[in-house]
């Protein structure tokens, strides 16, 4: 009769390829082994993929930005630059044209919960309101996993059913948060 207690061998490289070297039967070898964990490792490159890389035109090596020479006397070192105190310049985009796409809309330029903490629910429907589509509100709030009523998210609903929903959801989730605390 066996030992009720197993060995655990995790085998490896040299180790790994000796055992199945071995010349043990399927059967033996299926006894042996009892779990088995395989590693993603990058397989050897074939001929042929190895040729197409040789023909293929060469990448251009991404330039690494030069570093300044460095003083030999530490007490000799350049003044930093001047800063310039004038506020940077506004950058206005000019409406679309008719007939050009419109850009695509980012759902992350702002952050609900963030906004919700800092201004309050008035601050977060004052940002809400910025936002004309009601697709972008949807999309806004999918991408930053607010969950709204199912009879808001697809269909006919107005602008504002949405934005009341969206700052509903919000409130939910941070009131849901403080209470796991």
């Known amino acids: 009769m066996a030992s009720g207690k197993a060995t655990t061998r995790k085998l490896s490289g ?13 059967d033996e070898a299926k006894a042996a082994v009892t779990s088995l964990q395989v590693r993603k490792e990058a397989w050897p490159v074939s001929k042929d993929l190895r040729s197409k890389a040789r023909t293929s035109e060469p ?9 300044p020479a460095r003083s030999q006397n530490p007490q000799k070192l350049a003044s930093p630059p001047a ?25 992350f330029v702002f952050g609900l919960v963030p906004v919700y903490k800092r201004e309050g ?15 972008n509100l ?4 999918k991408a930053q996993q607010i969950i ?19 700052l509903a959801a919000v409130e939910q989730r941070v009131s849901d948060r403080k209470v796991q605390l």
């Not at 800063?83 to 679309?96: E, G, L, R």
């Not at 998210?153 to 009341?164: H, L, N």
């Open 83 to 107: 800063v310039d105190a004038s506020p940077p310049p506004t950058q206005t985009k000019p409406p679309p044209q008719p007939g050009t796409a419109t850009p695509k809309f980012d759902p």
């Open 138 to 141: 949807r999309e806004m709030a």
């Open 121 to 135: 629910a008035d601050g977060l429907a004052a940002r809400l309101n910025e936002i004309g589509d009601v697709e």
């Open 14 to 26: 040299r180790a790994k390829d000796n055992f199945f070297d071995a010349g043990l039967t399927p």
């Open 59 to 67: 990448q251009p090596a991404p330039e690494k930005p030069s570093r």
């Open 148 to 166: 709204l009523p199912r009879d808001v998210r697809r269909g006919d609903a107005s602008i504002e059913t949405v934005r009341s929903a969206v």
